[in-house]
């Protein structure tokens, strides 16, 4: 038998890919898109079910784009959040399919009236989302960091090249979460702009910390491969403006991060704060 | 460069994963399931934008579910519609971004208010599409197909087995293609009752006749490789039930998905016809 559950008509969940799922998304990290999901609703009141769901929803999206680009034809990682990659704990086969199913789960989420009983605000979640993460976000963004290897032919990276790579592979889904939260809210449009504002500039920050930290930290610390894009030749925006511009830049986005909350009280305070410790986090 | 549109907040399409995209979308295919969506919404009376995006959206997600079952940890195909592959046109990396962004691409399209002007229709579509494409349906589905061919271990296909992955890796979207065009239709809970039966039987008779093409006809006139089942010691149904019982389970369907449409009158010919098509098919 395939499958404990094969009653005429019934689906089943074959428990090998569910497994892996688990395993995929259950290994521990930050979940900070959750986080930024949840306290971005919170702003507005709005707490429970509805910002748990659209914050596990982002995780979810996350956690497939993990298992995806740890794969022997993209990044080939062994490691990941301390753990075996989805592809060395079951195969390379399952890996695409967990990463499938879960994108599948991420809209499958935000569509379900739990999230939100206004369909209008549920189907703007799963534009919203899919819109950071497809061609022209994160998914799109993936694929300019493979052309940046140069395995597409040479390249040449410039300061705006990796900022846009950046800003589509890992900024955009970050700011959707913050995004989510203001959906979740039924933010006006000044509200809204606000909060995707300090999402841009917390990603973006969070993504200068992460090329610090690549070349800082130690693998043990962070529970994966460090320095992978020094041997790729790969530039990051700590080759282009060196240490100290990196750590300066890093400044800049936490002040701007900052100010985008100013129309806020001290109801805003945890999101404040969220822009300290994503720059002054060791992993 | 990496890109041709980099000016600070924008997006950018990366070049090589559109043209592969389209690579994977635009090389022919019978387009039955958008057939489907729009004769089922024809139904109800609606056509236009609405019935062809929700088309678009169910090809694009089946497309995509090409491109991640070609790959060589997959089903390892050279061949599709007559051409080579996504990844032997490009390669193994571009074709498993080809299939995320296709999937995304596929709920965004759904989510989006030119397809429908009320969100709880564009809301249920995407619930709709998710739960017959995950870990219950397409995707579960290709991983009991992988299981059956004994990579996880020994396994012993039984008839029930067979249904129920076929149910789940084909039958799930055909049934929901058919959906799609009722809820564009908001038809009764009575006739949407009645056109998943009609998509069942339509889903299984096309598998059945899938299965008998698979052992009768050449790879030149399929476009793709023929006889895997057979190498991978796979049981289908033809295995199971010898090719004439295969031919007369195919003549039920036939009739058991016609007479689902009884209710309706001559706007539901074409959808009668479908059925035969199905079956009769030479690819």
Redesign the interface.
């Known amino acids: 038998?395939?499958?404990d559950k094969?009653a005429?008509?019934?689906?089943?969940?074959?428990p090998?890919?569910?497994a892996a799922?688990r395993h995929a998304v259950l290994g521990g990290g930050k979940r900070l898109r959750p986080f930024l999901a949840i306290e971005a609703a919170r702003l507005f009141g709005v707490e429970g079910q509805g910002p748990l769901r659209a914050g596990c929803a982002v995780e979810l999206l996350h956690c497939?784009s993990l298992a995806?680009d740890d794969?022997p034809?993209?990044d080939d990682d062994d490691l990941r959040r301390g753990r075996p990659t989805v592809h060395k704990a079951y195969?390379?086969?399952?890996a695409?399919?967990v990463?499938?199913?879960l994108?599948?789960?991420a809209?499958?989420v935000?569509?379900?009236?739990a999230t939100a009983a206004?369909?209008?605000i549920?189907?703007?979640l799963?534009?919203g989302l899919?819109?950071a993460?497809?061609?022209?976000?994160m998914?799109?963004g993936?694929?300019?960091d493979?052309?940046?290897e140069g395995?597409?032919g040479a390249?040449?990276?410039?300061e705006?090249?990796v900022?846009?790579?950046q800003?589509?592979k890992t900024g955009?889904i970050l700011t959707f979460s913050v995004e989510a939260g203001a959906l979740l809210g039924q933010a006006d449009a000044a509200a809204r702009r606000t909060l995707v504002e300090y999402g841009?500039a917390l990603g973006a920050a969070f993504q200068v910390a992460d090329d610090i930290l690549d070349r800082e930290a130690s693998p043990e610390a962070l529970g994966k491969r460090t320095g992978k894009d020094q041997e790729k030749g790969k530039a990051t925006l700590v080759d282009l403006l060196g240490m100290d511009g990196a750590r300066h830049e890093c400044r800049q986005l936490v002040a701007r991060a900052e100010s985008a909350l100013d129309g806020f009280g001290p109801e805003a305070q945890i999101l404040r704060e969220a822009v300290r410790f994503v720059v002054e986090r060791q992993v």
């Open positions: 038998m395939l499958s094969a005429p008509g019934e689906i089943a969940r074959p090998r890919l569910m799922m497939y995806h794969l034809s993209m195969d390379e086969a399952t695409i399919l990463g499938d199913a994108q599948t789960l809209f499958e935000l569509a379900d009236p206004d369909p209008a549920r189907s703007d799963v534009l899919a819109r993460s497809g061609l022209g976000g998914v799109g993936q694929l300019l493979l052309t940046a395995r597409y390249v040449n990276m410039g705006a090249d900022r846009l790579l800003m589509m955009a841009r």
